[in-house]
């Protein structure tokens, strides 16, 4: 149980376009789901919190008009890289949780902007 | 915030050996999870051990919570064990997230 599905798995686009990331909790309801970024050799940070029908909370430094988070229910959240440059390449990871609970991850997605 | 510190940042074995992979945090914590990041970059759920000790094969666990510190423990280890292992924590005055430390790279040799 507690599966949670990342698509697309691997993403290149050209710079100025958008990017639409999904992460879909497939067997719980997600309470809250977290969006993480990796760059290589690098661990984990978080991005922004969502809340399934309000507002994300963004972690400082993240702008939150380039990185559009959507959680629309308690089963999906998205993450749209609008305006993509290439320093946006990396290694985005969603996790999803009901609660006082693990915390469960999908497989990520990496980014590729040329 | 509260501080993750993985140690040691790098470690070599060779196949068969055992090794134990520490972390540290600078507060009282209600969730810790221990993962291994393979080289596609998928997190693998090793165990969510905020207090006593688990086992889980070759692999197991302990938090020593009112010492702010975790171990994991890797028998036997096998090549396949290579990647990125990470400790991550949740306080309690947390939105449920986790904060990662930076990582112990174990690489074994065959």
């Known amino acids: 149980g507690a599966v949670v599905s990342q698509h697309p798995s691997r993403v290149i686009c050209k710079s100025g376009t958008s990017v639409k990331i999904e992460c879909r909790s497939l067997?719980?309801?997600?309470?809250?789901m977290f969006w993480y970024r990796q760059f290589p050799k690098q661990s984990l940070m978080l991005m922004a919190t969502?809340?399934?029908?309000?507002?994300?909370?963004?972690e400082q430094g993240v702008e939150k008009d380039k990185f559009l988070i959507n959680h629309a229910s308690l089963t999906l959240s998205t993450l749209t890289v609008t305006s993509a440059h290439p320093e946006d390449s990396s290694f985005y990871i969603c996790?999803?949780?009901?609660?006082?609970?693990?915390?469960?991850f999908g497989n990520g997605t990496r980014l590729t902007v040329t | 915030g509260i501080q993750v510190e993985q140690s040691p940042p790098d470690l070599i074995l060779q196949e068969g050996a055992n090794s134990t992979l520490r972390c540290n945090f600078s507060d009282s914590v209600n969730n810790l999870q221990w993962f291994h990041q393979n080289p596609w970059g998928q997190l693998i759920n090793l165990f969510y051990?905020?207090?006593g000790t688990k086992q889980n094969g070759r692999l197991s666990a302990t938090t020593v919570a009112t010492e702010r510190y975790s171990l994991l423990y890797i028998s036997s280890s096998q090549t396949t064990d290579s990647g990125v292992y990470f400790c991550a924590v949740r306080g309690g005055g947390s939105q449920g997230n986790l904060i990662f430390g930076k990582g112990t790279k174990l690489s074994v040799k065959p």
């Open positions: 996790s999803a949780t009901t609660g006082n609970s693990p915390l469960h």
């Open positions: 969502s809340n399934e029908g309000s507002k994300a909370t963004y």
């Open positions: 067997d719980f309801q997600a309470t809250t």
């Open positions: 051990i905020p207090s």
